[in-house]
């Protein structure tokens, strides 16, 4: 069992940063690969990105790359996403979620196939 609590939403200009933390419990945190999603209002729940068990990969949704970073630091049992040059259509509930393997390719990625998830936190992107 793996749970998930999110943290570091908020406010933030269209332009600005936020850095989004996924904090773990339980001491397996590193055998498995995490995820970010997002839900906007009204819109399904979509891929944000993905890093697999050590770091060495990830993945990013086309709508992120370039902006976001995800990371890891399994000493800490922490998930980052670090969040740059936000835009309005950002503005959502941000989910992390694990899942024991990784997931090829990148389509793979979905709701569906995540094993925990946590609460989510919302941001806020304003003009």
């Known amino acids: 069992q793996v749970q998930l609590v999110e943290s570091g939403g908020g406010l933030v200009q269209a332009g600005g940063s936020l850095r989004l933390s996924c904090a773990a419990s339980?001491?397996?945190?590193?055998?498995?690969?995490m995820g970010w999603f997002r839900q906007a209002p009204g819109k399904e729940r979509e891929f944000v990105a993905a890093?697999?068990?050590?770091?060495?990969?990830?993945y990013y949704a086309d709508s992120v790359k370039g902006r976001f970073t995800i990371s890891r630091v399994n000493a800490k049992n922490t998930v980052y996403l670090q969040m740059n040059s936000l835009k309005l259509e950002d503005t959502a509930v941000y989910y992390c979620?694990?899942?024991?393997?990784?997931?090829?390719?990148?389509?793979?990625?979905?709701?569906?196939?995540?094993?925990?998830w946590g609460k989510g936190t919302l941001v806020t992107v304003s003009s």
């Open positions: 890093i697999n068990w050590s770091g060495s990969y990830t």
């Open positions: 979620a694990a899942v024991q393997n990784w997931l090829s390719p990148r389509s793979s990625w979905s709701p569906e196939g995540m094993d925990y």
């Open positions: 339980g001491r397996t945190f590193s055998s498995y690969c």
